[in-house]
């Protein structure tokens, strides 16, 4: 990799397929690649970075999450504390399958927590929110978002005219527990074990409490991706902005120009972490941090070819860990961590 400092680096037999990062502890899924001995399963795992142990949290059902025609495997994956959840997708040319998995922490036992199903021609991809593969109705699950003791989950219903019937916001424990209903529950994207920031179909933001109660609604000029973290409120717009607000107050303090395609924000200790192509390019391959008080852009890495592409960032008080796979499905991924301490202000 490029770019400076040297991050700490860890690599995966095969593609990365999710990303979650909460403190010291790093959760990651693997894909499945036949012939290859020490992956012969899609699996996901827990990297301490204070310890340097690696653990395996998933089972058998995980296992099998990347042999469905249509399925996107592990599409999701959340980690608070000693606690990860996953989401597994499975699907064939007219269903798909959600499944909501869950393990701990020193002994990992993989859990099935909730299942949704629903029918209908797959045309397009599954995404969380309320826009999905047109034709598709029934139940769904999604829109994982976790940070110290706090994991979260939408669950919604459609129609076959793609329409939302019904929604849910519930936390994840030894069972679902609903703490907010409707639509303009869906689609949560980030949480600082505090607030819950849920990006809405018509673009705003709703902040929510850890008990589901709405606190205040941020409207930006548009929005892409959003990330709560403590007094901030970032809003990743789709004219290549970084919208900085004060999450208690809703009020917009900055606003400041990324990279052109910039994707996959998150924020912590006032900075803001994101990805983006180099310029004039297509791949995502650039590492970006950007100071929520000055807007100062400054480039963490960039991936040595072009064939290599970032496929996630998460940033920490304890710093910035980032995926990259190779444009190959079947070859290697990487880990490459960079303490907070090192990164560029």
Not at 41 to 56: P, R, S
Not at 105 to 118: F, G, I, T, V, Y
Request: charged letters at 20%; hydrophobic letters at 35%.
């Amino acid at each position: 990799m490029g770019g400076s400092p040297r991050p700490l680096a860890k690599t995966t037999p095969t593609r990365i397929e999710a990303l979650a990062m909460d403190g010291t502890r790093v959760a990651y899924d693997v894909s499945a690649r036949y012939g290859v001995p020490k992956q012969r399963c899609n699996t996901v795992y827990v990297w301490n970075l204070a310890t340097g142990v690696t653990t395996a949290m998933s089972g058998k059902r995980t296992c099998d999450a990347d042999t469905s025609s249509t399925g996107a495997g592990v599409r999701e994956l959340a980690v608070a504390g000693t606690r990860a959840a996953w989401i597994v997708n499975v699907g064939g040319n007219s269903e798909s399958d959600d499944y909501l998995y869950t393990s701990s922490l020193p002994k990992p036992k993989e859990r099935k927590l909730a299942s949704a199903n629903r029918t209908g021609e797959v045309t397009g991809g599954l995404t969380c929110g309320a826009t999905h593969a047109a034709g598709l109705h029934g139940a769904w699950i999604g829109c994982l978002v976790a940070s110290g003791r706090f994991l979260a989950i939408n669950r919604w219903s459609t129609d076959e005219d793609d329409r939302v019937t019904s929604a849910r916001l519930q936390t994840i424990g030894t069972r679902l527990r609903t703490i907010a209903s409707g639509a303009d529950a869906m689609d949560a994207v980030s949480t600082d074990g505090k607030q819950v920031a849920v990006l809405r179909a018509d673009g705003s933001v709703g902040l929510y409490s850890m008990a589901g109660k709405l606190l205040r609604v941020v409207t930006p000029s548009t929005a892409k991706e959003a990330a709560v973290r403590e007094d901030y409120l970032v809003v990743l717009t789709k004219t290549n902005t970084l919208e900085v607000f004060n999450s208690h107050s809703g009020k917009r303090l900055h606003s400041w120009r990324v990279a052109n395609g910039a994707r996959y924000v998150d924020i912590s200790s006032k900075l803001a972490a994101y990805a983006a192509p180099r310029t004039g390019g297509s791949y995502v391959r650039v590492v970006h941090v950007v100071s929520l008080s000055s807007g100062k852009d400054r480039v963490l890495a960039t991936t040595l070819t072009r064939w290599r592409q970032v496929v996630e960032v998460q940033l920490e008080p304890t710093g910035l860990v980032y995926a990259v796979n190779r444009t190959r499905p079947s070859e290697a991924g990487y880990l490459l961590y960079t303490p907070m301490s090192r990164l560029p202000r």
